[in-house]
């Protein structure tokens, strides 16, 4: 085998035997794994849709985005780019797209050894690492997400039929004008002040449209990013407790083997599995603290935010409703807009 050979290959171990399969039978092995995992739980129900896209991401490598969505993984030899899942050889590596064989190889072992954990804690087969108080911030934090969402829809239809109002009243007011030049006198006044009061409607309405349009950017701030950036927080959360719960299996399993430690080669496993055990831990717990400051800075942020464009919005509507322009302007000025 020549040396580019040698640096193409990838070493499978599967109960203690060593193999050398092709590539691109690698990924098929791991794409079989993924859909059989993820099909069917014990009672014959489908996973969820938020499992199945954590199993499916398991473990992938910063490049992962290649194979989501080329359906192939670029990965380099030396001097060569091979293409696993299809055919190819380019350049030397690039900066940042390919990544080793290698990476290929420890994606699958993790995408099994917790893809195994969910479905082996959907069958009931294993335990879970259970936070009630940080699960129950979570679960609240995801309600709070989708009760803003849905105001901010709301509130978006509110300013795009108020938007459809004012438009209307301008053309209803140049055809008040319009017909005022052209009727005789006895009509020609009262066409004119109709004309004159949907024009100063529509001013006001104006004014009011900026401090609706004001309040869902606000909105749209609050939930695209501030609750989109907790809730990233919260999946590698989940993801760093899935994986935690696996090397914690094996942990587990591997101690109350009979017998178990006695050569060299399994004592260097044991300590092995044991690293591993400590830094997936290390990582949960990190990241769990990482949540519960999240939620909370999100909180107090939400406060801050939505009590000045709640304000801001009442007062606004209120004034607008009851005619009174002075204090309209003075809504608007509180924040600066003009």
Not at 59 to 83: C, D, F, N, V, Y
Request: glycine share 8%.
């Amino acid at each position: 085998m020549t040396s580019e050979q040698e640096g193409s290959s990838v070493e499978l171990s599967v109960n203690g035997e060593n193999h050398q399969p092709s590539v691109p039978a690698a990924e098929e092995a791991v794409r079989s794994l993924e859909s059989k995992a993820v099909s069917l739980d014990g009672s014959g129900n489908k996973l969820s849709p938020e499992n199945r896209r954590q199993i499916q991401t398991m473990g992938l490598p910063p490049a992962s985005r290649q194979l989501g969505t080329s359906g192939k993984i670029m990965a380099p030899t030396e001097g060569h780019q091979q293409t696993v899942g299809g055919v190819g050889s380019g350049a030397a590596v690039g900066g940042g797209g390919p990544w080793p064989l290698q990476s290929v190889r420890q994606w699958g072992y993790n995408a099994y050894k917790c893809t195994l954990q969910l479905v082996s804690e959907r069958l009931g087969r294993a335990t879970r690492t259970a936070d009630l108080e940080t699960e129950a911030a979570v679960a609240a934090l995801r309600e709070s997400r989708r009760r803003y969402e849905a105001l901010l829809n709301l509130a978006s239809a509110l300013t795009k039929h108020f938007q459809a109002m004012c438009d209307t009243q301008r053309v209803l007011a140049d055809a008040f004008l319009d017909l005022a030049r052209q009727e005789p006198p006895a009509l020609a006044t009262d066409f004119q002040q109709s004309a004159d009061s949907q024009r100063a409607l529509q001013r006001s309405g104006e004014q009011l449209l900026v401090a609706l349009q004001a309040f869902c950017t606000a909105l749209s701030t609050l939930v695209n990013r501030t609750f989109e950036d907790a809730l990233r927080t919260v999946s590698a959360y989940e993801f760093a407790r899935v994986e935690y719960d696996a090397h914690r299996g094996d942990l587990d399993a591997l101690s109350v083997r009979p017998g178990y430690g006695r050569t060299g080669a399994e004592v260097a496993k044991a300590e092995e599995l044991k690293r591993q055990y400590e830094i997936r831990q290390q990582k949960f717990e990190q990241l769990r603290h990482d949540v519960r400051i999240k939620v909370q800075f999100l909180d107090e942020n939400k406060i801050r935010v939505m009590q000045k464009q709640l304000r801001l919005f009442q007062s606004a509507v209120s004034a607008y409703f009851s005619g009174n322009q002075e204090a309209l302007e003075a809504a608007l000025r509180q924040i600066n807009i003009k």
